[in-house]
């Protein structure tokens, strides 16, 4: 197919496999998230549907890419065309690679990246405290769906280690014995009176920011930012290290947000008073995250999927594709084991071509569970059965990738503990997280 023909043919698939309501912008500038409110899942749709309908079938580049901006870059993945090579994500520049100074900072969970953001400013390391991320729970409901976010997930493992780690307080403000109004009026009041190396964190909606940008698009999109007062009184300054972004934001935009009846939560610390973590602190952090002998998202969903197949409580295949409709948002906190590899990198002084091989392998499982997804997806439109071995596949793979990264972590574990004259755990495992 030309150029041509495959614009058309995303257009229809929009227009009348997906009936999306956004198309009076459609055109090959259009931007997918900001002007279309694609997010990644409908993304994978298109893909999906180019493939069933036009016989398309998904470029491995669509798994790989990181970015699809605009609908020319979708059209574009069809086309031969020569692709430049990825830059590793902690790798820092080609020069220093992460050994150096610079490195690129990965954000994959908002909790972790507010209270982690005054860490770099003290000159402290906030690296070791994503030990914690990569395995962060979630939950399966009892209906068998993938939640990122759900009221039996607190932030309390995280906040307990924060604060035994760094030494910084981490006081939760909001009260859910208390109405949305009281909240309300104690959060504006730690707004108002913040200090000045101080933090104040809400929980809010996402999906009812529009001005911000939303990746996922997800409905409702519970999200942690850090709030400030602006100059003009109407305003909020709103500052997102999960996202990299910041700036102001009309007040009453924010406090809509804040008030949804699906999220609820906040806090307040100052990292001013930070320190660097002991390294026994260190060492029983990663034994209290580190889960040695299993991945909680392969076995997840392979249970999630099986019970889809076997048709558990009335469930069909139609509605697997909702079932992990979450997994992309729990996916990216994959890149979390770069931080941990960056870590024990920088403290063993490892070599520097080894750890970007381990970053490849981190994107190499980072794609097998985007890939998994997309398979899900096939199950759950096609209705055929066969396509379960597909996903199967996917999952196996997914799952020897991450074991075999968590191999290695370990070794590299030891290794650090011996070097530190700490005895390592036989077999280190969180249990409580």
């Known amino acids: 197919m030309t150029r041509e023909d495959v614009f058309d043919a995303v257009r229809t698939v929009l227009n009348e496999h997906m009936a999306h309501p956004h198309m009076q912008g459609f055109a090959p500038e259009a931007r997918l998230n900001e002007d279309l409110y694609l997010d990644s899942v409908l993304i994978l749709q298109i893909f999906l549907n180019l493939e069933l309908e036009y016989g398309l079938s998904m470029p491995e580049e669509a798994i790989a890419r990181q ?23 902690t790798g820092g520049t080609t020069d220093e690679g992460v050994h150096g100074e610079a490195y690129y900072d990965i954000k994959v969970h908002c909790f972790v990246s507010c209270v982690s953001d005054g860490l770099k400013r003290r000159g402290l390391d906030q690296r070791p405290f994503y030990f914690g991320v990569w395995d962060a729970r979630f939950t399966v409901s009892d ?9 039996e997930i607190t932030q309390d493992f995280l906040r307990d280690w924060f604060q035994q780690l760094y030494r910084v307080p981490v006081r939760e403000w909001y009260d859910p014995g208390k109405s949305k109004g009281e909240n309300l009026a104690t959060l504006v009041d730690l707004v108002e009176n913040r200090p000045e190396t101080g933090s104040v964190m809400v929980m809010l909606d996402m999906f009812h920011l529009p001005e911000r940008e939303n990746k996922f698009n997800q409905n409702p999109f519970p999200h942690y930012l850090m709030l400030q007062k602006a100059a003009d009184p109407a305003k909020w300054f709103v500052h997102d290290p999960d996202y990299r972004w910041e700036g102001e934001i009309e007040r009453e935009k924010v406090i809509h947000a804040i008030m949804q009846p699906t999220v609820g939560g906040g806090y307040v610390f100052d990292n001013d008073a930070a320190r660097a973590p002991a390294a026994e602190d260190l060492k029983a952090y990663f034994e209290a995250c580190f889960i040695a002998h299993r991945n909680p998202i392969a076995d997840a969903v392979r249970g999630i999927v099986a019970a889809h197949l076997e048709g558990r409580g009335g469930l069909t295949l139609a509605d697997l594709a909702p079932a992990v409709r979450e997994l992309p948002v729990i996916t990216i906190r994959k890149y979390a084991y770069e931080h941990g590899f960056a870590f024990f990198w920088r403290a063993l002084k490892l070599p520097a071509a ?26 759950s439109q096609t209705d055929d059965r066969a396509e379960a071995g597909q996903v199967f596949e996917r999952l196996d793979e997914a799952d020897r990738l991450e074991r075999k990264l968590k191999g290695r972590l370990g070794e590299v574990f030891d290794l650090w503990c011996e070097k530190h004259r700490l005895a390592p755990a036989m077999q280190p495992k969180r249990a409580t997280a």
């Open 354 to 379: 080894e750890f970007e091989t381990w970053c490849e392998e981190i994107e190499a499982l980072v794609q097998a569970l985007k890939g998994l997804h997309y398979a899900c997806m096939k199950l």
């Open 67 to 89: 970015e699809l901006d605009t609908v020319e870059d979708l059209v574009a993945l069809y086309v031969p065309k020569t692709v430049a090579p990825p830059f590793p994500m």
């Open 143 to 151: 209906r068998f769906q993938l939640l990122y976010h759900s009221p």
